[in-house]
């Protein structure tokens, strides 16, 4: 048997519960306070099952918000691009960390109610719903991943209520608009840079990948983003 039953007062036990990942110490349970000695038996027979069928978690006792910053670092931002990485990095630290009400509850401690709230209390900021999806998609892959890691026996956010996205009438410029906007630019170092994202519709990755060597300014054309820049090149050329 991995554990044993005593008496000191009431009954208690005491099980083996594996090593430490990180210092290899042998690590054990003790839970006393039970009346009778086969309440203890039965306690402690559970949990030696839970070990034997690899289902046994010992509940972290470590903050959310310490969880997240390891998870983030040491598993989640090497699995996206940089760009990503750092707009979720943002939306983490502010709304995850430092404008959260369970930030320093300890991970295991967190329900999905908590949860739920904190969702109402960004609707009632009046954040976009889209924001808080992305807030819902972090969280379920950060406790997600607690779960594979045996901090926590249970996800909380897979039963949660994230409200869902409004799509919101996109405002477009008017001609006189757009004329308005590039003359007040003019001289300013992203000139060029607005006049493209303007007239090509490219995206800002698109923009920010584009290079001098994507430009054949002889020919007036370009092999990047199709006939649109092509069409800006010879226009302005």
């Not at 991970?107 to 808080?132: A, H, M, Q």
């Not at 892959?141 to 209520?161: E, H, L, M, T, Y």
């Not at 007040?184 to 303007?198: D, M, N, P, V, W």
Request: with cysteine; proline share 4%.
């Amino acid at each position: 048997m991995k554990g044993t039953v005593k008496k000191r007062g009431t009954w208690s036990y005491i099980v083996d519960i594996g090593r430490d990942p990180i210092t290899g110490k042998r690590r054990q349970k003790t839970k006393s306070g039970f009346p009778r000695r086969k309440d203890a038996e039965d306690a402690l027979r559970k949990i030696i099952n839970e070990l034997d069928e690899d289902r046994f978690v010992e509940p972290s006792k470590e903050s959310f918000s310490s969880y997240m910053e390891f998870w983030f670092t040491s598993h989640y931002q090497k699995r996206i691009t940089e760009t990503t990485a750092s707009s979720r990095k943002y939306l983490m630290d502010k709304h995850l960390i430092r404008e959260n009400p369970f930030a320093n509850k300890p991970l295991s401690k967190i329900t999905t109610e908590d949860i739920d709230v904190f969702y109402n209390l960004k609707l009632d900021e009046e954040y976009r719903t889209s924001t808080i999806r992305k807030l819902h998609q972090l969280l379920n892959q950060a406790f997600g991943q607690a779960v594979k890691w045996k901090k926590i026996s249970f996800n909380p956010v897979i039963n949660a209520d994230p409200p869902s996205v409004k799509k919101e009438e996109m405002q477009i410029w008017s001609f006189d608009e757009i004329d308005l906007f590039l003359n007040q630019c003019k001289g300013e170092r992203h000139y060029l840079t607005f006049l493209i994202a303007i007239y090509t519709g490219m995206r800002k990755g698109e923009l920010l990948g584009l290079k001098w060597s994507d430009i054949d300014l002889e020919k007036k054309s370009s092999g990047y983003n199709g006939p649109f820049l092509t069409f800006l090149i010879k226009g302005i050329v």
